[in-house]
């Protein structure tokens, strides 16, 4: 079959891999008809998550068509057409059934925090991912989920990370009806957690970046208002000023570990790699939040230290909220959102790029070429 091969730091390539096999009695295979290109895949394809290791199959948003079941295997059959959860979740070990299916004790078992993860490096497990014609997805007997005959596909695919990944951003933040929200990066998931930060009664949302395209389209899309903070002399000061000097009710570090605007921060995390990336976008969502209010973080960083303001975090008394999104405890009201227009999940998509070109879809998506806001790969096998 087709799929993704990584190579090394910004190297990728389309290469035949052997067809993925059934190893546990409760595995599935999918053959993949969409999956996308994240944000946090360019932390891999960067170089900036460890043990990311030559030869790996990255992709853990996708969607696709059972066309192999294990013998244990009754809640899915051949033939359906799922959208398969970017986590790797056994639903049964203590922390799934406290719905935190981003933190499995049994899929990724030589980890003390994250649970499996679909191409994510070794630190999440080690599992190949869906940037391929064909997937192996275990515990299909509780990850994988009937795509509505009426959903298009394009939302289903993002319904396996985008979508959910913004919305708990915004569920964590606690919004309060009335409350000002700030969403750090306007990346998918960011533009997707200024959109949900209404749903929750946000009164006012603002979103910060530096790429005026993307600050564009979130204007039209959450709707929100929108900065380049290129433009400010201190991004805290600025959301200082626009909120009365109080600072906002909920921040929201939707950047991670790739954050832009700070020297300091840019050479020590991804330069030289001394800590667990840029934790820019983390330093002035805590700076800038309100005394006694909330920080949602859902950009990714690595497993070691990050240089952090803990001191500010204890003096003003904030709250920091943080994990992988659990989506397959989000995912009943998200399908009912998309399904009632509430959320739009495919206007985000503006590349749809064949498998086969996908060392091509990394370079637009990495550099931001041609106003590109969410890629999506079609395998050759689609249907």
């Known amino acids: 079959m087709l799929a993704m091969n990584y190579r090394g730091p910004r190297r990728v390539r389309i290469d035949s891999k052997p067809y993925p096999e059934i190893k546990h009695p409760e595995d599935a295979i999918i053959r993949v008809t969409r999956s996308c290109i994240c944000g946090s895949d360019l932390h891999l394809y960067n170089g900036n998550v460890p043990d990311t290791r030559v030869g790996m199959t990255f992709g853990h948003e996708f969607i696709g068509i059972v066309d192999q079941i294990g013998p244990e295997v009754h809640k899915i059959k051949v033939g359906d057409q799922v959208l398969v959860p970017f986590n790797i979740a056994c639903g049964k070990c203590t922390f799934c059934q406290q719905g935190l299916y981003g933190n499995c004790h049994e899929s990724n078992t030589q980890?003390?925090?994250?649970?499996?993860?679909?191409?994510?490096?070794?630190?999440?497990?080690?599992?190949?991912?869906?940037?391929?014609?064909?997937?192996?997805?275990?515990?299909?007997?509780?990850?994988?989920?009937?795509?509505?005959?009426?959903?298009d596909p394009d939302d289903a695919v993002l319904l396996t990370d985008?979508?959910?990944?913004?919305?708990?951003?915004?569920?964590?933040?606690?919004?309060?009806?009335?409350?000002?929200?700030?969403?750090?990066?306007?990346?998918?998931?960011?533009?997707?957690?200024?959109?949900?930060?209404?749903?929750?009664?946000?009164?006012?949302?603002?979103?910060?970046?530096?790429?005026e395209y993307r600050l564009e389209f979130v204007r039209n899309y959450a709707p929100c208002e929108?900065?380049?903070?290129?433009?400010?002399?201190?991004?805290?000061?600025?959301?200082?000023?626009?909120?009365?000097?109080?600072?906002?009710?909920?921040?929201?570090?939707?950047?991670?570990?790739?954050?832009?605007?700070?020297?300091?921060?840019?050479?020590?995390?991804r330069k030289l790699l001394i800590q667990a990336g840029s934790a820019t976008a983390l330093h002035w969502a805590i700076n800038s939040v309100k005394k006694g209010g909330i920080v949602s973080i859902v950009g990714v960083y690595g497993p070691t230290d990050n240089l952090v303001p803990i001191g500010?975090?204890?003096?003003?008394?904030?709250?920091?909220?943080?994990?992988q999104a659990s989506v397959k405890r989000l995912l009943p009201r998200l399908i009912e959102h998309v399904q009632n227009g509430i959320l739009n999940p495919k206007a985000m998509i503006t590349h749809r790029v064949p498998l086969e070109d996908v060392a091509d879809a990394y370079n637009i998506f990495a550099?931001?070429?041609d106003n590109c806001i969410k890629p999506v790969l079609i395998p050759s096998t689609k249907s």
């Not at 994250?114 to 994510?120: A, K, L, N, P, S």
């Not at 490096?121 to 009426?150: K, L, M």
């Not at 998918?188 to 530096?210: E, H, Q, S």
């Not at 500010?312 to 994990?323: L, P, S, W």
């Open 367 to 369: 550099n931001k070429l």
């Open 312 to 323: 500010n975090v204890v003096n003003k008394g904030i709250t920091i909220r943080a994990n």
């Open 226 to 269: 929108a900065y380049n903070f290129t433009e400010m002399d201190d991004p805290v000061v600025f959301i200082k000023k626009i909120t009365d000097w109080m600072g906002a009710d909920v921040c929201i570090d939707a950047v991670g570990a790739e954050a832009a605007g700070s020297a300091l921060q840019t050479i020590t995390g």
């Open 111 to 151: 980890a003390s925090a994250v649970g499996g993860i679909f191409g994510y490096s070794h630190t999440a497990g080690g599992y190949d991912g869906g940037q391929a014609e064909y997937v192996r997805v275990p515990y299909a007997n509780f990850g994988p989920t009937v795509i509505p005959p009426d959903m």
């Open 162 to 211: 985008v979508v959910p990944t913004g919305y708990q951003a915004a569920e964590m933040g606690g919004i309060q009806p009335g409350d000002t929200v700030v969403v750090f990066g306007a990346g998918p998931v960011g533009i997707m957690a200024a959109r949900c930060a209404w749903l929750f009664g946000a009164g006012r949302v603002i979103v910060l970046d530096k790429v």
